[in-house]
T-cell receptor, first 116, second 113 residues
Framework: GAVVSQHPSWVICKSGTSVKIECRSL??????MFWYRQFPKQSLMLMAT?????????EQGVEKDKFLINHASLTLSTLTVTSAHPEDSSFYIC????????????FGSGTRLTVV | KQEVTQIPAALSVPEGENLVLNCSFTDSAIYNLQWFRQDPGKGLTSLLL?????REQTSGRLNASLDKSSGRSTLYIAASQPGDSATYLCAPRKDTGRRALTFGSGTRLQVQP
């Protein structure tokens, strides 16, 4: 089946620094990837849709300058949290779907970000 | 805008029970529906994918049904085990376009040994 690899699985950073999270589709081409944020005991909130070779589409209320998304190839999308603050601490998950549409949507294992 | 409701929000049962998790959605014009499982601090694992033309899908002890016209899907878990403890999420997909999935708030399941 389709596999999405997400790294790192957890990261601790100081306030004011930037953190990059990578999401790779290992055995399929993902022209579109999605980035979600999840708070404890809550469901997933869509942050942005990332399309290969074009600008990401951000959901209302998500700061595009804070959450930079790059989707430079068919197998890699990155989310960079810039000038991180404690309120950015959360669980971030990426998702992609096989353009051949054989397996539905596949999710990464998530990244736990803690800003201190 | 699609809205997804999952009932119950939480469930605690002894091992061995058969379970029913419910999912309802407001826009019945869907392409397919996926059920996922999420363990604490982890990503989502796809359990079952039901196409809009299908009535049900089965995988081991899991069976998912879909009543598209009424906007409902049900996940049956037979002979529950402690390893089934997780949050279960359903996600109807609108169409073949490049849209993100819409999730309900999930059902948190705890199976007691």
């Amino acid at each position: 089946g389709a596999v999405v690899s997400q790294h790192p699985s957890w990261v601790i950073c100081k306030s004011g620094t930037s953190v990059k999270i990578e999401c790779r589709s290992l055995d399929f081409q993902a022209t579109t990837m999605f980035w979600y944020r999840q708070f404890p005991k809550q469901s997933l909130m869509l942050m942005a849709t990332s399309n290969e070779g074009s600008k990401a589409t951000y959901e209302q209320g998500v700061e595009k300058d804070k959450f930079l998304i790059n989707h430079a190839s068919l197998t890699l999308s990155t989310l960079t949290v810039t000038s991180a603050h404690p309120e950015d601490s959360s669980f971030y998950i990426c998702s992609a779907y096989d353009s051949l549409d054989n397996y539905g949507y596949t999710f990464g294992s998530g990244t736990r970000l803690t800003v201190v | 805008k699609q809205e997804v409701t999952q009932i119950p929000a939480a469930l605690s049962v002894p091992e061995g029970e058969n379970l029913v998790l419910n999912c309802s959605f407001t826009d019945s014009a869907i392409y397919n529906l996926q059920w996922f499982r999420q363990d604490p601090g982890k990503g989502l694992t796809s359990l079952l994918l039901i196409q809009s033309s299908q009535r049900e899908q089965t995988s081991g002890r899991l069976n998912a049904s879909l009543d598209k016209s009424s906007g409902r899907s049900t996940l049956y878990i037979a002979a529950s085990q402690p390893g089934d403890s997780a949050t279960y999420l359903c996600a109807p997909r609108k169409d073949t376009g490049r849209r993100a999935l819409t999730f309900g708030s999930g059902t948190r399941l705890q199976v007691q040994p």
